[in-house]
């Protein structure tokens, strides 16, 4: 390869990251709002900034509203929320700035990790430092600036050094074992489901290292043990996870099908443009049996461009790096799907799927003639522009339109005059609980209990189980959105059997507050 072409490989890397730092800056000073996995997060540390324990959850507790309970979080990985707890104690930030310097550090651990494993494996600066430049492009890289969510950002941080060493690492040693050991530890710290990525890799590292079995075993097995062993004790046996439910067996064309479409779905924006093709996250675009044929179409195409990387890339290591990852994907998530157990048909999952394949398909148009190579431009185009406008126009109404309290967070789900009514009273209150159907919202209460309650949808199926309280502390007070005037709000009322005399307080246009004393 020229000089002049591994200088604009640095220059284009170079320039990413530095646009990755502006983008920092600019989320640093209207941090982004919360997916709901990482709100469970940050509700922890909430309470263990109050002085509760280590990843322990704090409501009021349903028998007994008088008291608290208590559960450890075993739900979600604990990476989420105290990596920016770490930057909030070290800077004095708050949670929203602390998010958004979270979302910083992974862009730029995760762009370089996957630039250094595209060279590692084979491929030229350029075709590296473009894979990367297509990686920045996608959807998923500009959504932590609108909404942080937590273990995805983590994990995009951790993966691309994964693979990395797994492909640095070719002989026996003891730092092979403190690696799997450490990554082991790490990777289940920043992301629970990141646990498939992590036996894949070790596929890939025990085919590859030389030795016969006995010591392959020693050298890889232990170290693994140990790993699973430690987050077992001191995690996953605590509660239960993802993967502790199933509603039992039950076959259709989208368990196989979206496994074998990850490539696609997942490295080329195809689910987060069309808002999930099977778990909606906006307005859908497709009828069901138009996803499933999308989906069967993109399973096809997936197969054949996995099936044209594994003949035409000269790499042996980022051959069997696909094959490996894409085989055991299919065979995890087909039957966690067939097992419906609680995770979600979204690209997200596969991502490092996705990953894999950029440099391989890149390399390949690179390869072939000119009215190809344009067709990739227009994709391109099209992935880079749906993620900027998804960008700017997030940005801007978390910046402008959200409300802003003492978290920091931008909150989507409420009014600002309702916001400064609420977190007024909580100013001037003591003993009083603060009741939400958006559980973000109960970060931005600093001196009284809250309790989130889960959204009730329009077609009103509701398990009273799950909302009634039984017993009486103090004042309440039930902030609601006016959409829930009717059915909705008597429900959530009648959730607290204990509680009379209610007196409704508009808060703001589009907000009511409830209180009984």
Known sequence: MSTQKKDFAQLLVLSILILTCALGVLSFIAPPSLFPDPTNGFL??????????FNMTL???????SKNTSEFLTWWSPGQYLVPYAFKLMFGVNSGQASALTVLLCQLLGLSGFYAFFKKVGFTPLIAALSVLFIACQQFFVVPYVFYNGGEILSFAFTGWFLYGCVAFNKASWQLMLFILLSGLIGFFCKSSTMWVYAAGLLFIGIRLPGNLIKKGLFIAIPAIIALGII????LSKGQNPASASAGFKLTL???AFPLASPLLSGFSVDDICHGLIYHTGKVF????QAIIILILLALLSLWLVRTILKKIPDQNYRLLVIIFYAVAFVFFSYVYLMQKAISYEARHFRVIGLLVIPGAI????????PYRHLLCIIWAVIAFTSIWYLVKGYRYNKNKSAHGISGIAQQNIDQIALDKVMAIDNQVNNATFVFVNKELGLEIKHNRIL????????????MDDYLHDGHSGPLYIILPDNYAGPKEKFILKSFPDYKHWYGDKLSDKYVMYKAP
């Open 232 to 235: 077992y004790i001191t995690f």
């Open 44 to 53: 922890v540390m909430r309470a263990m900034e109050l002085g509760g324990k």
């Open 286 to 289: 497709f009828t069901d049996w």
């Open 59 to 65: 409501t009021p507790d349903q028998a007994d509203f």
């Open 363 to 370: 390399y390949l148009f690179s390869q072939v003639k000119t």
């Open 254 to 256: 989208k368990t196989i």
């Open 452 to 463: 989130g309650l889960e959204a009730i949808g329009d077609d009103l199926r509701i398990d």
